[in-house]
Every structure is written in C-alpha cells, then in structure tokens.
C-alpha cells in the first residue's frame, strides 16, 4: 500500500524526473498485476493523462492502461484525451495512446473522436503521425475524406486512402473511385505516374468492385498503347499488372487485345528493369513487336 501510494504521486512527473523508465516500469507492473493494485494506477492517472501522454515513458503507462482497463476507466481516459485530440494526433507518443484507445473502445464510441476532428481530418491526413490515428478510424468504417486528389498524391496522405480502400465500407470504396476516374486524363493515371498514386492506382483496381472495378480497369486498358508501354516499363508497372489481374482472362476484347500488344512488346520490355518485372510478373510470351513505338518519358 505504501508503494502504491508513493507511485501516485509519480505519474504527472513521468517524462522529466531522473529514473523516469523505473516509475514506468514499476506502474506497468502493477497495472498487470489487476485487483487493487490497477485500481490504485489508475486512479494515480486520473487528471494526469494529457501530461503523462506526450513523454516515451508515460506514453508506454497509459497504451498498457487503455489495453487492460475496463469500460469504465477506458471512458474516463478517453474523456482527458479528448480535449487534447488535435494536439495528440500530431505527437509521436500521444498519437500512440490514441491509437491503443481506438482499439479498445467501442464502435460507439469513435463517432465522437472523429467529430472531434472535423474539418481537421484532411490536415491529420497528411501528418506523418494524424494519418494513423485516421487509418485506426477507418478501420472501424468511422469519419469521410475530403481532397481525394491531394491525398492519393501525398506521401502520408495516401496511406488514409488505402486503408479506407481496405478497411472502409463500400461507400467509401466508391467515392475513391468516381474520384479516381474523374478528370482528364482520369486521376486514376496521374496517380499510377507518381510512386505514393500507384500504390493507391493498385490497390483500388484490386479491392473495388463490381462496375467500380471495370470502370477503372477500362480507365488504365483505354490508353493509347505508347502510354502503356511506357507505364510497363517503368515504376509504374503494377498499375497495369493489376489492372490485366483485374479483367481476368475473359475481360472482354479490350483487356484480350491489350494483352496480345504487350506481350508482342515482351523483348523490349525486357530491356528495362521494371519492363522485365512486368512480362514475368505477367507471363508474357515473347512475340514480334508491333510498329507502335512507346510514349516519351
């Protein structure tokens, strides 16, 4: 008892005292023990966890109390954070704390955590940090994008859209769809150009579905052959790997004939380190070219 009454006073100095890692330790250590001794932690934490949240070893304290505490202590952690949700989102360590709360609270509950966000969703978005907190929500089917274009291109960005590709309902998916086809030339295209857009380009023509799929398979197949070809060969072969996976073999004369023009193109592909990928990854027979030189990089 003595113990945990002198730990009590230990929390909001987490993160500036000299044995810092040592509190933290002994506070983890008794929030896995349970009984009175978690009790005793978690009513030490109370008031204490917007401070506790931004240092590494009161980070470590509270992911371990969101991950054992109850419906109730979960609640009262998830209120203090609440009011400190657009800072914690940006830190290195309280984004983690928000993380592990997601995970542990109810469905019900994210609803209020995105609201709180709001308008600040696309900012988050492109945060190295916020864009996991959003992937965390979107993974629960919580919270709308906004700027689809800009985040698809952004390096921490795209990485909200694919998890909503994989995680999100299939609303979602169709939004990141009629998206990707609008514009000319379609997004869709701009995207398989640029390394963070392909990774998206791919994983769209891979987990859409139904018309949303043949649409953007359509959008990729329709290109004139250079455009193919110069995709082929370069970084950006996947997205017209994926887009061939995606028709199948019977998807229809376009995807048949597109595939007999780029397999006929196999040796020069070759040439290239990603062409080469690309007519194995594919299985591409080796045939005589057609006269239909590839785009200009």
Same mark, same amino acid.
């Given at each position: ?96 704390? =928000?993380?592990? !709360? %997601? ?10 955590? +995105?609201? *709180? &966000?709001?308008? #600040? ?103 004139? =052959?250079?455009? !193919? %070809? ?10 017209? +790997?994926? *887009? &061939?996976?995606? #028709? ?50």
């Amino acid at each position: 008892e003595m113990a945990v009454a002198a730990i009590a006073g230990c929390p909001p100095k987490l993160g500036s005292g000299v044995d810092t890692m040592g509190t933290a330790n002994r506070l983890c250590e008794l929030l896995e023990a349970g009984g009175d001794s978690r009790g005793s932690v978690f009513a030490a934490l109370h008031g204490s966890v917007p401070q506790l949240a931004y240092s590494p070893s009161g980070c470590r304290v509270l992911s371990l109390a969101c991950h054992v505490a109850d419906q109730s202590n979960l609640a009262r952690l998830a209120v203090e954070l609440n009011g400190e949700l657009w800072t914690a989102v940006h830190s290195r360590y309280a984004n983690y704390v =928000l993380r592990e !709360l %997601l995970r542990q609270l109810p469905l019900s509950q994210h609803g209020c955590l +995105a609201r *709180a &966000l709001g308008e #600040a969703a696309g900012a988050a978005a492109r945060h190295r940090h916020g864009c996991q907190t959003l992937c965390r929500l979107l993974e629960h089917q919580v919270g709308g994008l906004v700027d689809l274009e800009g985040l698809c291109l952004h390096p921490h960005g795209h990485q909200v859209v694919l998890a909503t590709l994989e995680h999100g309902v299939p609303r979602h998916r169709r939004l990141i769809a009629r998206a990707l086809l609008s514009g000319s030339p379609p997004l869709i295209l701009r995207c398989a150009r640029q390394r963070h857009g392909g990774a998206v380009a791919v994983r769209a023509l891979r987990w859409c579905c139904g018309l949303d799929q043949q649409e953007l398979v359509s959008a990729v197949l329709a290109s004139p =052959l250079p455009v !193919l %070809l110069h995709l082929a060969a370069s970084l950006s072969w996947p997205v017209v +790997a994926a *887009a &061939l996976e995606a #028709a199948g073999e019977e998807g229809g004369p376009l995807a048949a004939a597109r595939r007999r023009q780029l397999a006929s193109f196999a040796a020069q592909l070759q040439s290239t380190r990603y062409g080469m990928r690309f007519v194995r990854e594919l299985g591409l027979a080796t045939a005589p070219p057609v006269s239909v030189a590839p785009a200009a990089a």
